[in-house]
């Protein structure tokens, strides 16, 4: 053993027989093998732990560390002293501060050495992404998508299996669905794997689903989307994920929701918005102007003066709110086209107008 069996242990060298004493039970129920099983780092630590508390614990192999380093006649080349952790025999947990030892095994096995309710379970959720138009989004749609599924098997009903001659208590654990576990000096109980913790004799397994209950089906399933559904939002059918387990309820189906893009709309939340191109006069003289929304065609006023990137509201010209009986705004931003160029006749009218203006928008810009 080569390293400080001190730092090992989590303490200082000038520490008590209680503190070393403390920190090795600490350490030692943190890294037990069986509290680990299959990890190979918590084995190797836990005899490092094991061989340091070895060694500290006793007043003269103590006594030999702390002058020489080492313990022995000679000073360790590679053999390291191999320890034995087959159960808990001689390792008392009563007095080791908060957990007891049961109450270590319900947290670090969540109940695999007790009895485990194996009663019905709930089948798995399914999630299934699907893309709709624009306007299917904003109206509203019914389709049926295609979803392969878990379904209970109709020859046994679910139950994996075929009971013949009436219920009969299981042989192996006489009934009560547990099967005792030795551990070291204790002894604990687990799920009996004959009747899988029923306590019935299962029967014959079904040779339709070979005892899985289940059987996978390809289905056509109804879909209603709600009007105003909008991007990365979800729908939930319910009872249409996979089957339950011994007649336990079938999970559900989450479908979530993908918008196609608009080439004219566009939409933020409930409200819509709009680029629409109006004209030099239109936009000096003020006009009335037909405008496109998710609903057909609707009228603005477009006041005199107007300037280029202004906005007007439409009311509850937007998506539905689902679940709710209001709807979202649309907002029109107006774009100003000039004239063609290339025609000489409105080439003069505009020069005209540049006279009578004798307007300059640049004038309060000041370098």
Same mark, same amino acid.
């Given at each position: ?36 099983? &299959? ?46 952790? &087959? ?26 050495? /007790? ?47 075929? /009971? ?32 899988? &913790? ?37 729908v939930r059918i319910a009872g249409k994920g996979n089957a339950g387990r011994k007649g336990g309820p079938t999970g559900d189906l989450y479908i979530t929701i993908e918008v196609n893009s608009h080439n004219l709309f566009k939409r933020e939340g ?17 006009a009335k102007i037909e405008v496109p929304t998710v609903y057909g065609v609707s009228t603005i006023k477009i006041p005199p003066g107007t300037k280029s990137e202004q906005k007007f509201r439409l009311r509850e010209k937007g998506a539905p709110k689902? &679940? ?5 705004? /649309? ?17 003069e009218i505009m020069r005209e107008i540049e006279k009578i203006s004798g307007e300059n928008p640049r004038k309060k810009i000041k370098t």
């Amino acid at each position: 053993m080569t390293q400080d069996l001190y730092k090992i242990l989590g303490v200082g060298r000038k520490a008590s027989d209680v503190e070393i004493k403390k920190a090795y039970r600490k350490l030692a129920r943190k890294y037990h093998p069986d509290l680990n099983p &299959g990890d190979k780092n918590a084995e190797k630590r836990f005899k490092e732990i094991q061989e340091a508390h070895a060694v500290l614990s006793n007043s003269k192999k103590k006594k030999q560390y702390d002058q020489f380093g080492f313990v022995g006649n000679t000073p360790p080349s590679g053999a390291q002293q191999q320890y034995s952790y &087959g159960g808990f025999e001689g390792f008392n947990f009563s007095n080791s501060g908060s957990a007891s030892f049961q109450d270590i095994f319900k947290n670090m096995f969540s109940g695999s050495f /007790q009895h485990q309710q194996q009663g019905p379970e709930k089948g798995e959720d399914l999630y299934y992404t699907m893309k709709v138009g624009f306007m299917d989004a904003i109206n509203g749609i019914q389709t049926r998508i295609k979803l392969s599924r878990k379904v209970a098997c109709s020859f046994c009903r679910g139950k994996g299996y075929i /009971q013949s001659g009436g219920k009969r208590s299981c042989q192996v654990c006489g009934g009560s669905g547990q099967t005792p576990i030795p551990v070291g000096a204790m002894r604990f109980s687990t799920t009996c794997r004959a009747c899988k &913790g029923s306590g019935i004799e299962t029967g014959e397994e079904c040779s339709l689903c070979h005892g899985m209950g289940f059987m996978q089906k390809t289905e056509r399933i109804k879909v209603r989307i709600p009007a105003g559904i909008n991007h990365g939002s979800k729908v939930r059918i319910a009872g249409k994920g996979n089957a339950g387990r011994k007649g336990g309820p079938t999970g559900d189906l989450y479908i979530t929701i993908e918008v196609n893009s608009h080439n004219l709309f566009k939409r933020e939340g409930a409200n819509i918005y709009i680029k629409l191109p109006i004209t030099v006069p239109e936009a000096t003289l003020g006009a009335k102007i037909e405008v496109p929304t998710v609903y057909g065609v609707s009228t603005i006023k477009i006041p005199p003066g107007t300037k280029s990137e202004q906005k007007f509201r439409l009311r509850e010209k937007g998506a539905p709110k689902v &679940g709710k009986k209001k709807k979202g705004d /649309q907002y029109v931003e107006v774009t100003i086209v000039p004239p063609p160029f290339n025609n000489e006749r409105i080439r003069e009218i505009m020069r005209e107008i540049e006279k009578i203006s004798g307007e300059n928008p640049r004038k309060k810009i000041k370098t």
